[in-house]
């Protein structure tokens, strides 16, 4: 069993994100993180699941990742997602992530539980704390589904 523990933090709402990760393994310990220019905070969110289920070696693993993003854990246990990709995504944001997702999701046996954020969880605090220090870093990396979506949006209003 392997326990993961996922954050994203946007330094405003589109602004700086990063996204920060803790995967535990019995005495083993990977921390992973990572910045960008220009997203969202649910995006951050969503991204750190998304990386660290890709970091998994083994298909078929067994694997509860704990979140503080109702966005994320309540689009995947209440499987709003699922609807979601019956409709290809039409008019939903993050749609790029979403099917990202789903496609390292059924790779594996997957389990979320939701945590209360900036509370008493250790490795929750760790992940915000890799997700922020992500966001204010140099070298960040440009999210281009979210400046893709963003230079849509705005076409549409000229």
């Known amino acids: 069993m392997i326990s993961v523990f996922t954050d994203g933090a946007s330094r405003g709402n589109p602004g700086p994100g990063g996204y920060g990760v803790v995967m535990l393994a019995g005495a083993l310990r990977k921390e992973i993180s990572e910045g960008f ?51 290809n995504f ?18 594996h046996n997957v389990k979320f539980v939701w945590v209360k954020g900036h509370a008493s969880n250790k490795e929750n605090n760790r992940c915000d704390e890799l997700a922020v220090a992500a966001a204010l870093g140099s070298g960040l990396k440009i999210d281009h589904g979210y400046e893709e979506e963003k230079k849509r949006e705005d076409s549409k209003l000229l």
């Not at 298909?59 to 997602?81: F, H, L, M």
């Not at 039409?90 to 790779?107: E, H, I, P, Q």
Request: charged share 35%; net charge positive; glycine share 4%.
């Open 37 to 87: 220019r220009l997203t969202t905070n649910n995006r951050m969110e969503l991204l750190s699941v998304i990386v660290a289920l890709e970091a998994l070696k083994k298909e078929g693993t067994a694997v509860t990742i704990y979140s503080d993003s109702k966005y994320v854990v309540d689009s995947v246990e209440k499987k709003w997602v699922h609807g979601w990709e019956k409709k």
């Open 90 to 107: 039409s008019g939903k944001k993050n749609a790029d992530l979403w099917a990202r997702f789903l496609r390292v999701y059924r790779k």
